[in-house]
């Protein structure tokens, strides 16, 4: 874990948290490494979300297969970012989606709980690293509903008119 620490330093959730925190604060939260193959699965539908993930190298889809088996992507997660905390910050007993190594992985899985309450011994770093969750989860929010503002139009030109403006 400690190849990654200056990369996780530049990360979102952890930004503004001094380096030299970064291994107590990954003690604190169980944070554990997993490494994945390509096309490998790395959440499954249907299963329950607890965790949060993000990709420390490689990169992995979030999609979603309908009845026929068509696979429709719904985002594509790079080096850095986050992935399942909606559903594990609702505690999802079922995951809508699955997750899929595009590449071989290395994934740093955190306990969603244990990143947005405070631990016993009081960490100085804990309060940013709520604040910073927050954050990823409302930048998120605002995006997709820009997306549904621009789905909702009418017609393509005002699709294409609404995306460009």
Same mark, same amino acid.
């Given at each position: 874990?400690?190849?990654?620490?200056?990369?996780l330093g530049g990360t979102p959730l952890f930004k503004g948290?001094?380096? *030299?925190?970064?291994? @107590?604060?990954?003690?604190?939260?169980? @944070?554990?490494?997993?490494?994945? #193959?390509?096309? =490998?699965?790395?959440? !499954? *539908?249907?299963?329950? @979300?607890?965790?949060?993930?993000?990709?420390?190298?490689?990169?992995?889809?979030?999609?979603? *297969?309908?009845f026929s088996g068509n696979r429709n992507i719904l985002a =594509?997660? +790079?080096?850095?970012?986050?992935? #399942? =905390?909606?559903?594990?910050?609702?505690? #999802?007993?079922?995951?809508?989606?699955?997750?899929?190594?595009? +590449?071989?992985?290395?994934?740093?899985?955190?306990?969603?709980?244990?990143?947005?309450?405070?631990?016993?011994? #009081?960490?100085?770093?804990?309060?940013?690293?709520? =604040? $910073?969750? !927050?954050?990823? !989860?409302?930048?998120? $929010?605002? !995006?997709?509903?820009?997306?549904? *503002?621009?789905?909702?139009?009418?017609?393509?030109?005002?699709?294409?008119?609404?995306?460009?403006?």
């Amino acid at each position: 874990m400690k190849k990654y620490l200056q990369f996780l330093g530049g990360t979102p959730l952890f930004k503004g948290i001094r380096q *030299e925190d970064l291994p @107590a604060m990954l003690r604190c939260l169980q @944070a554990r490494r997993a490494v994945y #193959a390509k096309r =490998e699965v790395v959440l !499954l *539908e249907g299963r329950p @979300a607890r965790e949060v993930g993000m990709v420390l190298s490689g990169r992995v889809q979030v999609v979603r *297969e309908d009845f026929s088996g068509n696979r429709n992507i719904l985002a =594509e997660i +790079a080096p850095g970012n986050l992935f #399942a =905390e909606s559903y594990s910050c609702v505690r #999802a007993k079922s995951l809508p989606v699955s997750v899929i190594s595009t +590449a071989e992985s290395e994934i740093l899985w955190i306990d969603y709980r244990r990143t947005v309450t405070t631990c016993s011994s #009081a960490c100085r770093f804990h309060t940013r690293l709520i =604040e $910073n969750m !927050l954050a990823i !989860l409302a930048s998120k $929010n605002i !995006l997709l509903s820009r997306k549904i *503002e621009h789905l909702s139009k009418r017609t393509t030109r005002q699709k294409l008119w609404a995306y460009l403006s």
